[in-house]
């Protein structure tokens, strides 16, 4: 999500985790829409964030560190967590 609040298009992400997943020591997965003053938090998989594929390019390169989940959405923390926490469970 952090590349997605600074600007890059959603279509770009992709390419840039690819990029990145071989130097990841540490990760915290997050979602939501847009960038910067438009940006909405969101449960993991409620949002734009091709999370699946952030996934695969941190695996595919050797990663075995934690999948932490970071949540900024509207909904109680007690709500979101759980959905991030249901996502991380079905998709790492």
């Not at 910067?36 to 993991?44: D, T």
């Not at 934690?66 to 979101?80: L, M, N, P, V």
Request: glycine share 10%.
């Amino acid at each position: 999500m952090n590349y997605r609040w600074y600007g890059y298009d959603v279509d770009r992400l992709p390419e840039i985790y690819e990029a990145i997943a071989p130097w990841t020591l540490h990760t915290h997965m997050k979602d939501g829409r847009n960038s910067r003053a438009e940006y909405k938090g969101a449960a993991l998989g409620d949002g734009e964030i091709p999370l699946d594929i952030a996934v695969e390019a941190l695996l595919d390169s050797g990663y075995d560190g934690a999948f932490c989940a970071e949540y900024e959405g509207q909904e109680s923390g007690d709500i979101g967590y759980k959905k991030c926490l249901a996502w991380l469970q079905e998709n790492v």
